[in-house]
């Protein structure tokens, strides 16, 4: 037996000690499952059971040191931990910004006095992160943010506003980008900063969805005082910071949406099964040319899944994402948004239920993760922002 295939039977044999019975066969998102947090509620003892034990492994976040919370795994021995995990589909332990983003982040740009404050917590779930880029002027052109962050000794004043903070209202700290220097070239004067919620003049309003959800808000700082230890890399860097972080980002988006098992449907029927329920036939579809849309989905799905998992093997590997990650990005949004456009139009006058007891549970949710969907194309930047990165940095086209 190699190493590896004796590393499997060993995983295999704890997962099956230690996977709790409720947690299996439930499938696994990256947007669902316990977030952590200071205000994290468990939806069942089993959900903070399981986390308890994959912290002590070291299993929320495999290829992470060991000295940092991780369980110091190669790529192949987490893919492999990834594999038998999928076999019982137990959900992941613990999901959210810290682990997906900031985490990342920190490994490649931390001091080690930062990197032993931050990433154990996340790794245990006690911390929850979300992301302060974006302000009422400042989307895809996210170099010209404002929010203002002036020296005071020891410690930086902050005043200023962000915008589409999701689950600011859960998150403990926030990783945010502020303005050190009004004078020079616009991505010359960013800082990235690190900022825990509950200091004093950090305030948050919920901002309502078309789905009837309210996951981001509004974040205001008013002379709100961090400091300076915070900053990630350097005063005046957080440019190249920033850019770094959307990388794990929309790799985190693409992974979330494109392989189909976001959003809150419950029961997660496949598009195949849907169909059958609808439309009728006896084995196939019976509707040929709905049959031939469902079965082009499932396989771009299966395509773009595989050629994810080669990303994340490579990632485990330690290869940083670079500009092919707006590629995933584009694509595996896209992918969600038809696939939540054809599960509403399999269901037919179902599919568009919004209340009420002539609907049941699942399609109700799909209707509102149809709605979500439309966000898709923005979140993380717009899909017009990854086609200009695509043609300059992959395409090398000119401005
Ligand atoms: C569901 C969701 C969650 C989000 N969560 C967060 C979060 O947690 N934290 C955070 O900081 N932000 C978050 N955002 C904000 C998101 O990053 C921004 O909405 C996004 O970057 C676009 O910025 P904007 O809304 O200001 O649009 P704008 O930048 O004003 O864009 C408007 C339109 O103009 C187009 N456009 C702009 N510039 C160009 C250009 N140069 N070339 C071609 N077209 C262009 C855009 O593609 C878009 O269609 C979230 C957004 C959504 C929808």
Same mark, same amino acid.
């Given at each position: 037996m190699s190493d590896l295939d004796s590393f499997r039977s060993d995983v295999a044999a704890w997962l099956e000690t230690n996977a709790p019975e409720s947690l299996r066969g439930r499938g696994a998102s990256a947007l669902e499952g316990v977030w952590g947090g200071k205000k994290w509620v468990y939806a069942n003892p089993d959900a903070k059971l399981w986390l308890e034990r994959c912290v002590e492994q070291g299993y929320t976040a495999p290829t992470w040191p060991k000295e940092y919370g991780?369980?110091?795994? !190669?790529a192949a021995e987490a893919k492999a931990l990834g594999q038998e995990m999928g076999k019982l589909r137990v959900p992941p332990p613990l999901i959210g910004f810290g682990l997906t983003m900031i985490g990342p982040t920190l490994l490649q740009y931390g001091t080690e006095e930062q990197k032993l404050e931050h990433l154990p917590k996340i790794c245990r779930g006690e911390i929850r992160w979300c992301q302060g880029y974006s302000e009422p002027g400042s989307g895809s052109d996210l170099a010209s943010v404002q929010t203002r962050a002036v020296r005071d000794g020891d410690d930086f004043i902050i005043n200023g506003h962000k915008v589409w903070t999701s689950y600011a209202d859960e998150a403990d700290w926030i990783f945010a980008l502020v303005r050190t220097d009004p004078e020079a070239k616009k991505q010359e004067g960013i800082t990235f900063l690190l900022i825990d919620?509950? !200091?004093?003049g950090v305030s948050i309003a919920p901002i309502k969805l078309i789905s009837g959800s309210s996951p981001f808000c509004e974040t205001t700082f008013d002379d709100v005082r961090v400091p300076v230890k915070n900053v990630i890399s350097k005063i005046n860097a957080g440019w190249t910071v920033a850019k770094a972080l959307l990388g794990h980002e929309r790799t985190m988006i693409a992974d979330a949406f494109g392989g189909g098992a976001s959003g809150t449907s419950k029961k997660r029927k496949g598009l195949s099964d849907l169909a059958r329920d609808y439309l009728g036939g006896d084995g196939e579809v019976a509707d040929p040319l709905l049959r031939d849309e469902v079965a082009h989905m499932e396989m771009d799905t299966r395509a773009f899944l595989l050629t994810l998992q080669r990303t994340r093997d490579a990632a485990k590997a330690g290869h940083q994402p670079g500009a092919e990650t707006s590629f995933f990005k584009i694509h595996g949004t896209e992918l969600n948004m038809r696939r939540s456009e054809l599960m509403v139009r399999l269901a037919g006058p179902q599919g568009l239920g919004w209340e009420g007891d002539g609907f049941d549970e699942d399609e109700l949710a799909r209707t509102r993760d149809w709605l979500r969907s439309r966000g898709n194309s923005i979140e993380g930047g717009t899909s017009e922002i990854q086609l200009n990165i695509i043609a300059k940095h992959v395409l090398g086209l000119p401005d």
């Open positions: 991780g369980g110091g795994l !190669s919620m509950a !200091s004093p």
